[in-house]
């Protein structure tokens, strides 16, 4: 009988910072897009709709790890994965895997920065969204990158309504922020205010 050994936090965290060593300080994210590795599985790892990272129920509080595992994340059309170039794990995520928790307006552009340290300039590339959940309250968004979202946290939202100006669309008149070029509907007047 072959036994199967659980996939650990060690073994992934050694399998993304060797891939981040080859690369050249500036040089942006490892590549998971063009990765297939043979091993494929799931980890008991869930992010949280707050933000916060769980192993087996327990938060991870090493910032530097999640900020790593968080480089290695890529979302398929089944789910959300950690990939190195090895092992592909499927892990739970209960809303959006990063969390939008700073907003500032520079010239025309409005740059978001995530809990994991991501710095994203909302435009064409990375739009902005609002859903309306079930309660009615909005659920605001931010693409950061290959079809992964940061929740916009709420009092970051309540910043973008107050930079919000209406403008008369298909619909009626709706409030929205402008960046890099574009366009973002964040509702209609007054309905974010109270």
């Known amino acids: 009988m072959t036994t199967v050994q659980k996939p650990g936090l060690d073994a992934i965290a050694q399998a993304a ?57 890529r979302k398929d059309p089944d789910g959300v994965y950690l990939v190195t170039p090895v092992e592909k794990l499927k892990i739970t995520v209960e809303d959006a895997p ?16 995530t809990n994991v340290g991501d710095e994203v300039t909302a435009g064409p590339d990375n739009a902005i969204r609002v859903e309306v959940g079930e309660d009615g309250e909005p659920r605001p968004y931010l693409h950061v990158r290959r079809g992964l979202e940061a929740l916009i946290s709420r009092p ?7 930079l919000a100006e209406p403008r008369d669309t298909p619909d009626g008149e709706t409030l929205g922020v402008s960046s890099n070029g574009a366009w973002f509907a964040v509702g209609p007047p007054g309905a974010h205010l109270s």
Request: glycine content about 10%; aromatic content about 10%; proline content about 5%.
């Open 17 to 73: 910072q060797s891939q981040q060593k080859g690369q050249a300080p500036g040089r942006g994210l490892p590549p998971v897009h063009l990765w297939n590795p043979a091993h494929s599985g799931e980890i008991d790892i869930v992010i949280t709709s707050d933000g916060r990272w769980l192993h087996e129920g327990a938060v991870i509080y090493r910032e530097a790890l999640v900020r790593l595992f968080s480089t290695i994340l």
């Open 98 to 113: 990063f969390l939008a928790v700073r907003v500032d307006r520079e010239g025309g552009d409005l740059k978001f920065l």
């Open 156 to 162: 970051v939202f309540y910043e973008l309504v107050d």
